[in-house]
Structure formats: C-alpha cells, structure tokens
C-alpha cells in the first residue's frame, strides 16, 4: 500500500477562520442591496467554490431564484452574477484580514506533520488577490503550507474541479494520488477530493458545515456538541467522504493508521 506524503488543506473553516465567517455575512449582505432576502443556510450551502461560481449556485436556488423572477421579471444573468461578485469582493477585502487566525491547534498539528516529513499543499475558495491579504497573515500567526494554489493557477478551474489538488501534486512533486489526502470542512471539499481520486477528509471542529464560531462551539454542552457532529458526519458520510475527524488534532493518528 502506498504511504500518504502529501496532505492538501482547506483554507476557511479548516486551518483558519473559525466556522468560516468571513465570506457568509457578505453573501448574505450583497443580494439584501439589490432587493432579495437570502438567509445564513442558503449563503453557506455552496461553501468552498470559487466565490463567483458560488454566487452563481445561490442564483440557481429555487427560492431564491423564484424571488429574483419575482422582482425583476426575469432570471439572474451572467451580467448580474458579476455585479453580485463584484460587490462581494469589495465588501469581503475590507473585513479579510481580521479573519485569518489559525484554528485551534492546527499551528502546532499541521508543524509536527510537517516535522515528521509530510508535504503540506492547500487550495481555496478564495482568489489569488484575496490570498495575498490572507497568506501573510496566517504566516505571522505561525502557519506555513508548503504550497498554495488558487483557482486563477489552474484556468478558473476551482471545486469541485480537481485541477487545484494536481496543482498542488505537481509543485510538491507527488508521484500519485494515492499518496495524498485532501482535508477539508465543506462538500466542495470532499467533492474535490472525490474527483481527483484523492483520500478525502472531512473535519467538524470549526467547520462551514456547523457554522458557528469558536466562542458558540466552546460553550456547547457534551450533549450539544454531538449533535452537531452527528449533523456533520452524517453530511461528510452522505458526500463520500473517506474519514471524518471531530478535530485537526486527531489527522495525525488518522495517517498513523493509514500508514502502517
């Protein structure tokens, strides 16, 4: 069996952002400017696309769609999804940088993997100009991947399009897929990982998919808290994902395991 070497990380929501508000309010606040309610649940479904391209899979919602014909007697065009994006990224690069602290202990798990040998990548919803606010950052507050790749470096191509994760293959000199494994919190993730034929890992603490912030999941009780990982799991499970952490510090028994 081959060994795992390669490790590629989601940014938002895995290694950084806790519950990965940085973009959600913004989703939300842009269609409230132009006349159409969305709510939390629906700005985060399509979490971990490229952002335009999540935009776009908030147009194609029924409700919301239905509400947009409503208002303006007709279906969002292209035209009006690069309005949208373009209002996003304007609003989203104001607030970024107070988004960017590590999660829990990743800082130290993702150090000691990378200690022990294993070759860090990542790959993102955001672009290469939200990156440059976001990499030095989480390069002060102690993480350091050993690549990073966007959307822009592969076509435009980003999840669930596994172009990213070869990228990262690539620039680590990875052999084969079968050596790497994609860690990540949202279904993009997973499906990204899917497609590349990856190992695909999903990850509870801090994720999109459970959506809250560090402070709402520190004050959960035992009893809480597994529902919402019980929700989670079950999300990760029903996508094909291949492992399901509750926390970053469980990967490294996970590769332990992996690799024997």
């Known amino acids: ?3 795992i070497t390669g490790i590629i990380m989601d940014w938002a929501g895995t290694t950084i ?4 508000f940085a973009p959600v309010n ?5 269609f409230k400017d132009v006349g159409i309610k969305v709510t939390i649940e629906e700005s985060r479904e399509p979490m971990g696309m490229l952002k335009r391209d999540h935009i776009k899979a908030m147009t194609e919602m029924p409700r919301i769609q239905k509400e947009w014909e409503n208002k303006f007697e007709n279906l969002p065009t292209e035209s009006d999804i690069d309005h949208l994006y373009a209002q996003f990224e304007k609003m989203l690069m104001k607030n970024l940088k107070s988004f960017t ?3 829990p202990n990743v800082v130290n798990t993702i150090q000691s993997l990378q200690d022990e040998g294993y070759l860090i990548g990542s790959t993102t919803g955001y672009t290469k100009k939200m990156m440059e606010i976001v990499i030095p950052e989480a390069e002060k507050k102690g993480y350091v991947p050993n690549s990073i790749v966007t959307a822009e470096q592969v076509g435009g191509y980003g999840r669930p399009y596994p172009y990213m994760i070869f990228e990262n293959m690539q620039q680590l000199k990875l052999t084969s897929v079968k050596e790497v494994m994609k860690v990540g919190d949202t279904i993009a993730d997973i499906r990204e990982a899917n497609n590349a034929g990856v190992i695909a890992v999903g990850v509870v603490k801090g994720s999109s998919i459970v959506g809250l912030n560090e402070q709402q999941w520190d004050v959960l009780t035992d009893n809480e808290r597994e529902v919402y990982i019980e929700k989670a799991t079950n999300i990760f499970k029903q996508n094909n994902a291949d492992y399901i952490l509750e926390d970053i510090t469980q990967l490294p028994q996970l590769l332990k395991r992996l690799n024997v």
């Open 17 to 20: 952002d806790f519950g990965c």
């Open 101 to 103: 602290d590590p999660l």
């Open 1 to 3: 069996m081959t060994k």
């Open 26 to 30: 913004v989703f939300v606040d842009i």
